[in-house]
């Protein structure tokens, strides 16, 4: 077999296997690159394509194998660590992924999509001002590119630079005047920053341009929330879930709106809602142990209390909590037993000191009743510092003794 024929041959086997991954047909695809890489084994597309169709499968440690086999043949190519990085996100390592990412724009800079994923990692981790740097290169590589000028945007208002957020969403404005995202993001900032005007127009208008966009609907209902007008928000919330049943978030909120409305078995509907669908959300869990607490049901305040100190342990508020609860039904014993415990995660902890205070005054233990209570006044309880001015306390004088 002359050479002309076997890379002839070589060809066929190469495009039979890319035709196979474009199939669903991995097994059959790595079985073609590896009979070239028999023949060739210093030839890097058919590592590169194995790699490929090892990660479809969801063989991870596999790919990056291969992946790094070709990267031994080609170790100037950025496409190759690019891909690597792309394997490490996908199982989830971020930071391993994140090292790659940046090997491959040390050798290409000018790959847009990565900038725009080093930014987007930065952002789900809290890292707002890499996230910052990261999206303005990709925005000097595409400074048309309307979605990469609204995540620059929204990262700068994650760090409180919200002039330079309002500028780049006014540019994309610019670029595209009826663009739903820019217009709902200015709104939101408007909204930090309790220019409720501004928020209110921006979001409106959003509505207007995508009446069915159920984040611009979600953010007009939160500003109506902020303003306390709870019926335009509850709408608004409504308008979402009957666009999406399943955002938990909207169910979330509809009972935050309800709960802020005194309506407290309404709003167990929707956290039991949110519950049913992620058992592990806090807010929900703490949520609807205020509410079951606002209704006098202390009982299953305390279950849902307990629930969320599962979920959170080191979180002292929902120790105070449980102690408070514990202390409405008379259980003096656990009201102490978790108050302490709430302290010791946060000794600043003032709703645990105000519930020792009164648990205390009902055993009749003046010295300790009045001890807690001036370590909740010190703390800034008005409550408590008025108690002990009308049993004949002065806060003052006590601190200067």
Known sequence: MDKKEQAEIILQQLKEG??????KQYEYAIACFQKIIAVLPKYVTPYVDIGIAYTFLGNFRAAINFYQKAAKLEPNNAAIYYAIGEVYLLSKDHRTAMHYYGKTVKLNPKIVEVWETMGNLSQVEGRYRDAVRYFKKAVE?????????????LAYS???EDEEAIQCLEKSLKIKPDDVEATYLLGNIYRLLENYKEALRYHKKAVNLDPE???ANFELGFTYMDLRNFEDALRYFQKVLDLNPNYTLASLTMGATYLAMKKDEEAIRYFEKVIAVEPENIQAVKSIA???YALGDYQKAIYYYEKAAEIEPNNSSIYSSLGNTYYKIKNYEEAIRYCHFAIGLDDKNTEAYVTLSKTFGDLEDRKQQVAFSIIAAQLGEKSQKRWLEENGFV????LNT
């Open 141 to 153: 590589l595409a400074p048309e590119n309307i979605t990469l000028i609204n995540k620059l945007g």
């Open 213 to 215: 966009n159920l984040l």
């Open 395 to 398: 806060l003052e004088d006590i």
């Open 18 to 23: 890319q035709n196979a991954i474009e199939q």
């Open 290 to 292: 205020f509410s079951y």
């Open 158 to 160: 994650d760090i409180e």
